[in-house]
């Protein structure tokens, strides 16, 4: 079973940096392909950011390429979301999700959530 907490979030200015971590209690983290979703408020939840179980192979949205990058540690049981660059409108509620999915899952093969961190770019 896998338990997600995630924890990094905060206020920064605009230009700033933020990592987010994704922990998970579980035994069988390393089989999970994980990813980062956010939602803003009053929009759809969108991807972020996926990386495979191996952490070989990574995709990350158009609007955060360069800036922000996606990374594993399977012996800490632990993903990462590092954020430069921030915007304004990165503001959101982060979430980290796994999936049982081979290479990088589609958007809707996530089956496990965490609670959410709050992450808001002030100008």
């Known amino acids: 079973q896998v338990q997600l907490v995630e924890s990094g979030g905060g206020l920064v200015q605009a230009g700033g940096s933020l990592r987010l971590t994704c922990s998970d209690s579980?035994?069988?983290?390393?089989?999970?392909?994980m990813a980062w979703f956010r939602q803003a408020a009053g929009r759809d939840r969108e991807i972020v950011a996926a990386?495979?179980?191996?952490?070989?192979?990574?995709k990350h949205a158009d609007s955060v390429k360069g800036r922000f990058t996606i990374s594993r540690d399977n012996a800490k049981n632990t993903v990462y979301l590092q954020m430069n660059s921030l915007k304004l409108e990165d503001t959101a509620v982060y979430y980290c999700?796994?999936?049982?999915?081979?290479?990088?899952?589609?958007?809707?093969?996530?089956?496990?959530w965490g609670q959410g961190t709050q992450v808001t770019v002030s100008s």
């Open positions: 579980g035994r069988t983290f390393s089989t999970y392909a």
């Open positions: 999700a796994a999936s049982r999915t081979v290479g990088i899952p589609g958007d809707s093969s996530y089956n496990y």
């Open positions: 990386i495979s179980a191996s952490g070989r192979s990574t």
